[in-house]
């Protein structure tokens, strides 16, 4: 029977300023998202006083003085560089290894004897080389190791590894059916909701369900998660995660923006940040949208939103190409004048690469631009985003996001190095 590890890291974010922070050790730590707007994480310790995710800052600003709370403004780059160590580490010690999410990953570990010392000493790894506690959840299926990795963080008992097997049946029932079955992997608050009408709330009573009547109802993806609960291994992360239908990049200004130089700047490096979450899920666009918005909340000032959806003659993955169309729909939006907010820009009709239709009437792209935006993507992987990048991206920096609160790029930055004193 094979055997599947989730190993995640524990309050990641807060976990990756701790590391170069001794002194917060136990101590409470919140990070705070773009422009520090609110909480998108927390350690146990912020938890225990009752601050609660994506709450905006200025409401638990006192508490926080209060209890003397570290706050951090979010620090992507160290978060980044430190996921990528910490799942280097994971790695060794799996068979195969597929990485979830930025503090996720599945391991295979078929045939190791002695799974829960084996599961000791890869948490005892990880801690020692890259300084992040981590939990490990051990099952038959995906499904299993990720509902295990959720028992061994809820309790305390566990010690941060819990395997199906080590429960006898009865036992293992009797625990699922204490787990609420929004925290069954793929089960998000919309099919929870729905299947809560069907009298199915809790792990048990999802993995009793009846397979046939779940596919009527939802779909083949939610059948096999019957399955996986039942130990049969199924699903990939592909059917899990799928690729996105859609592709957002957008950001609030710190400050508003009126000159036309600052959006395109903005738009341009929202385009290449697009182009390449496009490229990492193997997809094409045919449609790149921009929109451009005042601060509708400054109801003194002069409010304007621009709208504009611009089509490619190929569908493409070109940073370039999908960066120009961007801009020439800035261009169209534009109106001097206004102070604006945010910027954005969002692909759409989005397949596969290699199966979109082409325009037999135009010219074929070139085919080295894909050769070319491999090496890009390659290098900016190496040695951070942004090593290489096009011309329009730096014509202006005002359009950066606040981050006054943000802690050394300590791994990746030759100036920011910690130093001995």
């Known amino acids: ?34 422009n520090d707007g609110c909480v998108v994480a927390r350690s146990a310790e912020a938890k225990a006083l009752g601050i609660k995710g994506f709450v905006p800052f200025f409401e638990i600003r006192d508490l926080c003085e209060k209890h003397g709370v570290a706050v951090f403004s979010s620090n992507y780059t160290l978060y980044g560089d430190m996921s990528h ?7 060794r010690w799996g068979i195969e290894q597929e990485v979830y999410s930025v503090d996720e990953s599945f391991i295979t570990l078929d045939g190791i004897p002695d799974l829960r010392e084996y599961a000791t000493r890869l948490r005892a790894d990880v801690l020692l080389r890259v ?6 959840g051990i099952g038959s299926s995906k499904t299993l190791a990720k509902l ?6 809820v309790y305390p008992q566990a010690k ?26 793929g089960i998000g608050r919309r099919i929870s909701e729905r299947l809560a009408a069907m009298g199915v709330r809790t792990a048990l009573d999802l993995k009793r369900a009846d397979p046939r009547d779940i596919k009527r109802q939802f779909s083949v993806v939610v059948e096999r998660t019957v399955a996986e609960l039942n130990g049969v291994s199924c699903l990939s992360m592909e059917d899990v995660v799928p690729a996105k239908q859609q592709i957002i990049a957008s950001r609030s200004f710190a400050e508003l923006v009126s000159d036309h130089d600052t959006l395109a700047s903005c738009i341009s490096h929202h385009a290449c940040r697009a182009a390449e979450k496009l490229r990492h899920q193997r997809s094409v666009a045919r449609l790149v949208a921009v929109s451009i918005h005042t601060n509708r909340f400054r109801t003194q000032d002069a409010q304007y939103a621009g709208w504009l959806v611009v089509p490619l003659v190929h569908p493409s993955s070109d940073s370039a190409t999908i960066t120009c169309a961007a801009l020439a729909a ?7 004048g206004y102070a604006y907010k945010k910027a954005g820009v969002v692909l759409m009709e989005i397949s596969p690469a290699g199966r979109d239709q082409r325009d037999l009437f135009a010219p074929l792209p070139d085919p080295r631009r894909a050769a070319l ?5 390659s290098i900016n992987h190496e040695f951070g ?30 100036d920011e190095l910690p130093r001995a004193r």
């Open 1 to 34: 029977m094979p055997q599947f590890a989730l190993v995640d890291g524990n309050s990641f974010y807060a976990s990756c300023e701790r590391v170069f922070r001794p002194d917060l050790e136990d101590k409470p730590i919140v990070v705070l998202s773009n």
């Open 385 to 414: 985003r942004g090593t290489l990048r096009l011309a329009s991206e730096g014509l202006h920096r005002g359009w950066a996001m606040r981050q006054e609160k943000r802690s050394s790029r300590w791994t990746t930055s030759w």
């Open 330 to 336: 800035l261009d169209h939006v534009y109106r001097p």
């Open 85 to 91: 160590r910490m799942m280097q580490v994971i790695g």
């Open 131 to 136: 300084g992040i506690p981590t939990c490990v």
């Open 148 to 153: 295990a990795n959720h028992v061994g963080k």
């Open 373 to 377: 935006m491999a090496v890009m993507d």
């Open 160 to 185: 941060g590894v819990f395997a199906w097997d080590w429960l006898t049946p009865e036992w293992q029932d009797k625990l699922m059916a204490r787990i609420e079955v929004g925290e069954v992997w």
